[in-house]
Nanobody, 112 residues
Framework: QVQLVESGGGLVQAGGSLRLSCIASRNIFSMNTMGWYRQAPGKQREMVATITSAGTTNYAISVRGRFTISRDKANNTVSLQMNSLKHEDTAVYYC??????WGKGTLVTVSS
């Protein structure tokens, strides 16, 4: 069993930046894919960014060029640097790991 704990959410003005972090309860080296998903009020959960154990990244079209996902195997963390935030980025952001492991989420609110 793996526990994922997110942190770093909060309130920010449009155009600002936030950095989300996700700490896994055990070594994540063997997990093929980790990533971030988000769910806005009244909408389905959607993929934001993923990263494989080899470092291959994938981003939703809406965040390309603004968000960067990174993975620190030594510290069992996955981070999401979010720049140039927009009001439509407002959502609960969830950390994900292969095996259908999910964190409880962290709220990001972007004021316009």
């Amino acid at each position: 069993q793996v526990q994922l704990v997110e942190s770093g959410g909060g309130l920010v003005q449009a155009g600002g930046s936030l950095r989300l972090s996700c700490i896994a309860s055990r070594n994540i080296f063997s997990m093929n894919t980790m990533g971030w998903y988000r769910q806005a009020p009244g909408k389905q959960r959607e993929m934001v960014a993923t990263i494989t154990s080899a470092g291959t990244t994938n981003y939703a079209i809406s965040v390309r060029g603004r968000f960067t996902i990174s993975r620190d195997k030594a510290n069992n963390t996955v981070s999401l640097q979010m720049n140039s935030l927009k009001h439509e980025d407002t959502a609960v952001y969830y950390c994900y790991a292969t095996g259908s492991y999910w964190g409880k989420g962290t709220l990001v609110t972007v004021s316009s």
